[in-house]
Each structure stands twice: as C-alpha cells, then as structure tokens.
C-alpha cells in the first residue's frame, strides 16, 4: 500500500467512527455513563502513551533533538488550548440535557477544526513512517469513540432530529481526510517532520487537559479505580505496540 493510500483509508475510517454516536439512541443513560467514562481514561491513556512511547521518540529521530524540536511539541499543545479558549467549547463526553442548540453549533464547528488538526498531524506520521502512523491512528481513534458518542448525544438533547445529527457528525469528521491530503501534497514542496512533534502536543493536551479531568474527580472509590485501571490500560497498550514494532 502507498503512502496516500494509508492516508486516505485511516482518514475514512476516522470519519466513520462518527457513526458509532448512533450507539447512543439504544443504550439507557446509566449505562451509556458506566462505559463511556472509562473509555475516556482508556482514551487519555493511549494517547499520552502514544505521545511518548512513539511520537516523540520517532520526532526526535526525524527532527533531531534541538530547542525547535520542543518548540513545536509545545506548539501542537498550545494549538488544542487556543482552539478550545477560541470557540468557548471542550469535548462534551456526557450528553448533558443542559446544552443549548447553540452549542451544538460550536461542537460542529469544534469537531471539524479538531479533525482537520488531527488529519494534518497523523498524515504527517504516516509520511514519515507507517508504523508510526498506525499507532498515531489508533491512539486518536481511541480518543474519537467517547467523543463521538457524547457529541452525538449533545446534538440530539439539542435540538437536532437523529438523522441529521448523525449526517452532520460525520460531514465534520470528515475534515481529518482533508487535512490528511493538504499534508501530503505539501510534503513534496515543504519538510513536514515537525508535525510529528506538532502531534504528540496535541496528543499531550488532548490526553492530559481535556481527558484526564473528565474522570479523576468522580465521587465513587471503585469508580475511580476502574478508570484509573483503564488509562494504565491506555498506556500499557501504547508500549506493548512500541515493543512489538522495535526491530
């Protein structure tokens, strides 16, 4: 398979992952919270693990270990915070009857600038190898699952009928393909190794600030160990991945 073909397919399958907030309409609120917090800690952990065990190993590789390096892992980090401080809106992994339409508009609008970042920092791991690129792949779809599941819920508490909700999910996710082609047709005219640094950033953030305090405050002990359990889990994925790829 060709570079721009892993590019293309991962970006697809992405896209479609939208269609799992569907799960949403035939599943009872508790239990819909019982499973979806700790896909969330599962969540944070591959993606915090992913940044480590491969993003930042295979950046330093690519780029070098130099101060710009840094730089721009800082860069995809601050890139998510300005996103979310920009559109006054963060990943609602709950579906809350207390979100107004409005909202709803805001989390479109967030999803697609979120995938269309995302599309550009993966494909740029897959240009630069393929083994990266499939574990940056895996770590996002991890983080996309709860995601879609909670956006699609919020859409449907606000407001939108159940078809159009999930059409227009999947319209915003499909911005990750976008972003994916715009990386490979510049790469034969720009050297893009610093969206590998770029993307463990937003790795970084999305795990640490945006997921991490969706479950460790939880009131229940046995609750709060189940999550715990799950991100380890996350992260123990991560490297048993980085252990298996290692020539």
């Known amino acids: 398979?060709?570079?721009?073909?892993?590019?293309?397919?991962?970006?697809?399958?992405?896209?479609a992952i939208a269609l799992v907030g569907s799960v949403t309409l035939v599943l009872k609120e508790q239990t819909l919270q019982r499973i979806l917090l700790p896909l969330v800690a599962l969540a944070a952990g591959s993606l915090i693990g992913g940044a480590f065990f491969h993003m930042i190993p295979a950046g330093l590789e690519q780029y070098g270990n130099n101060t710009a390096f840094?730089?721009?892992?800082?860069?995809?980090?601050?890139?998510?915070?300005?996103?979310?401080?920009?559109?006054?809106?963060?990943?609602?992994?709950?579906?809350?009857?207390?979100?107004?339409?409005?909202?709803?508009?805001?989390?479109?609008?967030?999803d697609g600038l979120h995938n269309f970042i995302g599309g550009l920092a993966i494909a740029?791991?897959?240009?630069?190898?393929i083994r990266i690129g499939i574990m940056a792949w895996l770590?996002?779809?991890?983080?996309?699952?709860?995601?879609?599941?909670?956006?699609?819920?919020?859409?449907?508490?606000?407001?939108?009928?159940?078809?159009?909700?999930?059409?227009?999910?999947v319209l915003s996710a499909l911005t990750f393909l976008l972003?994916?082609?715009?990386?490979?047709?510049?790469s034969f005219n720009f050297d893009i190794a610093f969206?590998?640094?770029?993307?463990?950033?937003n790795f970084i953030y999305i795990g640490a600030s945006d997921l991490v305090p969706e479950v460790k405050e939880h009131e229940d002990v046995g609750a709060n160990t189940i999550n715990f359990?799950?991100?380890?889990?996350?992260?123990?994925?991560?490297?048993?991945?980085k252990l298996a790829l290692e020539p």
């Open 179 to 186: 972003g994916g082609l715009l990386t490979y047709v510049a």
């Open 1 to 15: 398979m060709t570079t721009l073909t892993w590019i293309i397919g991962s970006s697809l399958l992405m896209s």
């Open 195 to 201: 969206l590998i640094p770029f993307a463990a950033g």
């Open 229 to 241: 359990g799950a991100f380890l889990i996350g992260i123990a994925l991560m490297l048993i991945i």
């Open 70 to 110: 840094y730089v721009w892992i800082l860069a995809g980090f601050s890139a998510f915070f300005a996103l979310e401080q920009l559109l006054h809106w963060h990943h609602c992994h709950r579906a809350s009857a207390s979100c107004k339409k409005p909202l709803t508009y805001l989390i479109l609008i967030g």
């Open 139 to 169: 770590a996002a779809a991890a983080h996309e699952i709860p995601q879609e599941l909670g956006d699609f819920g919020v859409l449907v508490h606000g407001g939108w009928e159940k078809r159009k909700a999930l059409l227009f999910n």
């Open 124 to 129: 740029g791991t897959f240009i630069a190898d």
